[in-house]
């Protein structure tokens, strides 16, 4: 199969290479809906005639908001097939962050997934330079909107009167072309447009899929990340590469069901997705009798042993199996049954989390990457999984670690800049080396190693550096803690506040004989107290004294996107935390 230099011929290539009549496939009226290879071309064709006949040309923008499913990708590749670059949008953005990034980034036009996004965004599009809404999705969701099927007629109609335009525009297209641009949402500040080419994306695509084994059309993959996070929407690329069906989950809240139904064989996520899936099994577990509690704990520990680089003693592989027998089937069955490997990324993965699936014969291999890099750096593969590492880097890009220790990254997946914003792209560059902004160190056999964000390092009043992220970790490895966020820049000593797994806590509160009222009342309990004494003093064990946490609270509240404390990718915005309260941190200090 020849390389594609732009992501207009890796789906050509992927059509003729594959012929698969099950490419895409979403829930449509409660079925799965198959789309074929060749349909999914004609589709691809016929809307991008559609767009430009809506005057839609070679370096325009088109905004993309809808959910994740058959239609984000054909829209998506309409749009790179008319030599435009489209601009994702999350769903869960508030709406003065659409209306920056639809002003920001110029776009023309916008798809709009459904009747409810397009009320929450129609006053940020009205105050857009957005001249026309297509609808996703069947019928019109205001006056002047245009259905996808009569987007795809005007194609039809385009294509009738100019048989070879099609071929014309596409073969226009270049691989330094701009294809999109992807804007961060950020820990911190303004969101900025990373510009992304088709070569950057190619590039990845290709250079990933050569470190694993696929099979063409037999092999099922179950996608359920937005496809805006450039991590799941590089593996769509991918998968489509290599010929692989792609089935778009319906929901992450009917996630659990679609893999039962699906039954994939491989899939991408990000660490919190598994997190819960073992909160679940340990919160299942609570209930059952003691004898079956204490087998589910010995699989644990021992699965805990696991070491994915070296074949396990016979009497390991012995007990294994029987723990396989009595509970890691259980963990198998809930991904479907034939799960060979998920590839976790955006976030750093638990090494205990990896070794339990693994062991369970749910292999996760771990990556790293980021927007700017489009975004793998960095992988663990089915024969080289160093468990704690994000794996050596991907072919043709290189990694090294600057004087400080942060990570630098060259290669054709570096990002083409921040879109009107050359300051900040001449920040992110030392030479022909990109910043990262992580801090990580590499082994002498080439597996890198993550420690921290470079802006998120704390140093004590006493000039002693601590990682947050490594000490939240191990908080949040209990079933009791959704999450951590560590505080003290500057400070004496280390704190922390604690956000609840409340539906975990009520459990052991109804175990434990506890009454209460409310949350706020349940967190106020002795027991539940003594509980997060224990947690935290545990965690302290494990680290250096100035690490320590000295003084801690646990929160009545739950961090959420829409509250603007997550990411998107559920990573934590940890100034909006802070200063949400920073009335509790300060009492942590006060003499």
């Known amino acids: 199969m020849n390389a594609p230099r732009t992501l207009c011929e890796l789906l050509e290539i992927s059509v003729e290479s594959h012929h698969n009549p099950r490419m895409l496939n979403s829930k449509v009226g409660g079925q799965w809906k198959a789309f074929s290879s060749d349909r999914v071309y004609e589709t691809v064709k016929y809307l991008a005639l559609g767009l430009n006949s809506l005057g839609i040309k070679q370096g325009d923008h088109v905004a993309l908001y809808a959910d994740s499913s058959a239609y984000w990708s054909m829209a998506d590749f309409a749009v790179l097939h008319c030599g435009a670059a489209d601009i994702p949008i999350y769903v869960t953005q508030a709406v003065p962050q659409i209306e920056f990034i639809l002003n920001n980034s110029e776009a023309k036009g916008i798809f709009v997934g459904s009747a409810a996004l397009y009320e929450k965004a129609k006053n940020a599009i009205a105050n857009s330079q957005c001249g026309f809404v297509v609808c996703m999705s069947d019928g019109r969701f205001t006056d002047g909107a245009i259905t996808w099927d009569e987007l795809i007629e005007m194609g039809r109609k385009l294509d009738s009167e100019r048989p070879s335009f099609f071929e014309e525009i596409t073969g226009k297209i270049r691989e330094e072309d701009l294809a999109t641009v992807i804007y961060t949402s950020g820990t911190t500040g303004e969101p900025k447009g990373v510009m992304l080419s088709h070569r950057n994306l190619v590039t990845n695509a290709v250079d990933c899929a050569s470190l694993f084994t696929f099979h063409p059309i037999d092999d099922i993959v179950l996608s ?26 319906e929901s992450i809240e009917a996630l659990p069901q679609n893999l039962l139904e699906v039954r994939p064989h491989n899939m991408s996520t990000v660490p919190r997705m598994l997190e819960k899936a073992f909160e679940k099994a340990q919160h ?43 509970v890691y089937k259980n963990l198998r069955h809930a991904f479907g049954g034939r799960m060979r490997y998920i590839i976790s990324g955006g976030a750093a993965l638990r090494p205990d989390l990896a070794k339990i699936f693994s062991a369970a014969g749910v292999t996760v291999l771990q990556g790293y990457g980021l927007t700017e890099t489009s975004p793998v750096i960095s992988v663990n593969r089915l024969e080289r999984n160093r468990i704690g590492s994000v794996g050596p880097a991907i072919p043709n890009v290189a990694v090294k670690i600057s004087g400080d220790g ?26 022909s080396w990109f910043k990262t902004g992580d801090i990580g160190y590499l082994d002498r056999d080439g597996f890198l190693y993550i420690t921290d964000r470079k802006k998120d390092l704390l140093k004590t009043s006493g000039g002693k ?6 000490i939240e970790s191990l908080l949040t490895h209990s079933l009791y803690v959704d999450k951590a966020i560590v505080v003290g820049d500057q400070r004496k000593y280390a704190s922390a506040l604690i956000f609840p797994n409340m539906i975990a806590l009520k459990g052991f509160a109804e175990r434990n004989g506890i009454a209460f009222s409310s949350d ?23 680290l250096s004294h100035w690490e320590t946490i000295k003084k801690f609270a646990v929160i009545d509240d739950e961090l959420t996107i829409e509250d603007d404390f997550l990411t998107p990718t559920l990573k934590m915005k940890r100034r909006n935390v802070e200063n949400r309260y920073r009335d509790v941190i300060e009492k942590f200090y006060k003499e």
């Open 520 to 542: 706020s009342g349940l967190l106020e309990s002795p027991q539940v107290r003594e509980l997060y004494d224990k947690i935290v003093e545990d965690t302290n064990k494990k």
């Open 224 to 249: 359920y990340l937005p496809p805006t996070h450039v991590f799941e929407r590089m593996m769509l690329y991918l998968y489509m590469y290599v010929g692989e069906c792609i089935y778009y989950a």
């Open 284 to 326: 299942l577990v609570e209930s059952l009798p003691w004898y079956k509690k204490f087998v589910f704990k010995w699989a644990i520990g021992l699965a805990l042993k696991f070491d994915a680089e070296r074949k396990m003693p016979l009497p390991y592989r012995l007990k294994r199996s029987f723990a396989s027998l009595l």
């Open 465 to 470: 550096f601590i990682a947050p992220q490594e």
């Open 406 to 431: 942060e990570i630098l990254v060259d290669g054709p997946n570096v990002m083409m800049g921040y879109y009107r914003n050359a300051s900040a792209t001449a920040s992110t560059y030392t030479a």
